[in-house]
């Protein structure tokens, strides 16, 4: 596949990739480990925007052997809309995928296009009032193409 310089994917960590508590017992999403070896495999970059520590962050990725899989992680972060906004010059083709309401308000802020994932945090209903342009409720090989796309992919099933 040749490489779209102008794409990329940005998730959250907990709540979007991560479940359960931030300590050793959080573990992956089901389905994440699929959406990111595709995105790898399509030479579309994930991009992890994270109010957590990086060193949490990094202990995590390794532990649950995604580490690889994360083309940049951009950690403690305060400011989101800004932060977003920098990787969104970089990549004019950016997506923000989010199961956080406030991940979505964040990324619609910057000028990022936002999918919501019911399978975190918050509910499809909540995610789509959120400013969401559509909802997905699992994770899979081919979603950092779908999200990326020039036009607006079909959602299957209802989240």
Do not use: K
């Not at 992680?73 to 989010?98: Q, T, Y």
């Amino acid at each position: 596949m040749v490489a779209d310089g102008n794409r990329a994917v940005v998730l959250g960590w907990n709540g979007t990739l991560i479940d359960g508590p931030g300590d050793r017992r959080a573990r992956l999403v089901p389905g994440t480990s699929e959406m990111l070896t595709g995105a790898r495999a399509a030479a579309i970059p994930v991009i992890v925007v994270t109010s957590v520590e990086l060193a949490v962050v990094a202990r995590d990725a390794r532990r649950l052997g995604i580490g690889g899989l994360l083309s940049m992680v951009i950690a403690d972060v305060e400011e989101p809309v800004a932060e977003l906004a920098a990787v969104n010059h970089d990549f004019p083709r950016l997506a923000c995928v989010s199961g956080v309401d406030s991940e979505i308000v964040a990324a619609r802020r910057a000028g990022v296009v936002a999918f919501g994932y019911s399978g975190g945090l918050h509910s499809g209903s909540h995610l789509r009032a959120a400013g969401a342009e559509a909802v997905v409720a699992r994770f899979d090989r081919g979603l950092a193409l779908r999200v990326t796309a020039n036009r607006l992919f079909a959602v299957q099933g209802h989240a």
